[in-house]
Nanobody, 127 residues
Framework: QVQLVESGGGLVQAGGSLRLSCAASESTLRDYSLGWFRQAPGKEREFVAAHNWIGGTTFNADYAYSVKGRFTISRDNAVNTVFLQMGSLKPEDTAVYYC?????????????????WGQGTQVTVSS
């Protein structure tokens, strides 16, 4: 059973930073591609970022155009956690953020390609 536990959301002013965490088992981080998605009220769930692990500290990552250059994925294998570092936050980044897992090395930008989802964490950016 794949479990994803997210944390790190909160309230921040525009221009500020937050770091989201997605904790999973070692096998999940090894065998699954992990994606980050977000959903704002009244909107569809949208792709934010995704990555797959090559080995050691090497991984490939993909970012939505709207967050590229502002958000960065990283991981700490010692604590089996993937991070989404979010900077230069804007009010339009306000949403519930989800971590999701898809078996294999090929990530996807489509939410329905992911099998397992975390519980979500609220990010609110005030203007």
């Amino acid at each position: 059973q794949v479990q994803l536990v997210e944390s790190g959301g909160g309230l921040v002013q525009a221009g500020g930073s937050l770091r989201l965490s997605c904790a999973a088992s070692e096998s999940t981080l090894r065998d699954y591609s992990l994606g980050w998605f977000r959903q704002a009220p009244g909107k569809e769930r949208e792709f934010v970022a995704a990555h797959n692990w090559i080995g050691g500290t090497t991984f490939n990552a993909d970012y939505a155009y709207s967050v590229k250059g502002r958000f960065t994925i990283s991981r700490d294998n010692a604590v089996n956690t993937v991070f989404l570092q979010m900077g230069s936050l804007k009010p339009e980044d306000t949403a519930v953020y989800y971590c999701a897992a898809k078996f294999g090395r090929n990530w996807s930008r489509q939410p329905n390609a992911y099998t397992y989802w975390g519980q979500g964490t609220q990010v609110t950016v005030s203007s």
